[in-house]
């Protein structure tokens, strides 16, 4: 029997009990830092308002067709994100997961699939989970899209990203996804993705997917990093 009484929980970031259904109360919540303009293909924060497109995507054209992201990668969001990735705190999925969803739930074009960025089988078996796919879980339940995580793969282990630069995490990546061609083909695919640093993970597989008769690829991520 569900219970007549909320559930209190720890607020993750402060401590202070909080009746939310995620561990975040709702002071914290309003702190979060989030992107107010950005450049509609990758995602970079803008400072102004009446521009759509960054300097970089007005000149190199990417083949993501959009980006929306939610957060700065500062604090407390590379704390939660760190916690739910290398502490292996699931709880914090949850939360980056309900963050999402309430950010993207008036967003007009409904995709026809989310498609978590998946991990080379290696490091999933070594992390245990796909911290992509635990962040999607909330958006594909109550927005009704469905989730697939056999649609593409990662056929090529790499380095982690944040140990290179552009250049080479464009090489690093390269290759490195699969398309399941048998696979029902979809017109409209979101990547969900934690962190977007440079864009090259997600541009490669939009590549793969447009290949693979895919129209339209967007990218839905927790945060944007901006290299120094
Ligand atoms: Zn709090
Ligand atoms: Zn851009």
Redo the contacts with the bound molecule.
């Keep these: 029997m569900k219970s007549l009484f909320k559930i209190k929980s720890a607020c993750v970031l402060c401590g202070e009990m909080t009746e939310q259904e995620v561990s975040l109360c709702s002071e914290c919540r309003n702190d979060l830092p989030v992107v107010e303009y950005?450049?509609?293909?990758?995602?970079?924060p803008l400072s102004v308002s009446d521009q759509s497109?960054?300097?970089?995507?007005?000149q190199l054209k990417?083949v993501v067709d959009y980006?929306h992201s939610v957060f700065y990668y500062e604090s407390p969001i590379d704390y939660l994100i760190g916690k739910m990735k290398y502490e292996g705190d699931l709880s914090c999925a949850a939360i980056l997961g309900d963050l999402l969803l309430k950010s993207v739930k008036d967003i007009k074009q409904t995709p026809d699939v989310l498609v978590p960025v998946p991990l080379h089988n290696k490091r999933l078996v070594k992390r245990g989970f796909n911290q992509s796919l635990e962040i999607s879980r909330a958006v594909s339940k109550q927005l009704k899209i469905p989730l697939d995580t056999q649609y593409v793969r990662r056929v090529k282990p790499t380095v982690a990203q944040q140990t290179l630069n552009l250049k080479q995490r464009k090489q690093n990546i390269k290759g490195c996804f699969e398309v399941q061609a048998k696979h029902q083909l979809y017109k409209h695919v979101v990547l969900v993705d934690d962190v977007i640093t440079t864009?090259s993970t997600v541009n490669e597989l939009a590549t793969a997917l447009k290949e693979g008769g895919v129209e339209k690829v967007g990218v839905w991520s927790i945060a944007r990093a901006v290299l120094k």
């Design positions: 950005s450049c509609e293909k990758c995602g970079l497109l960054c300097g970089q995507c007005l990417p980006t864009g």
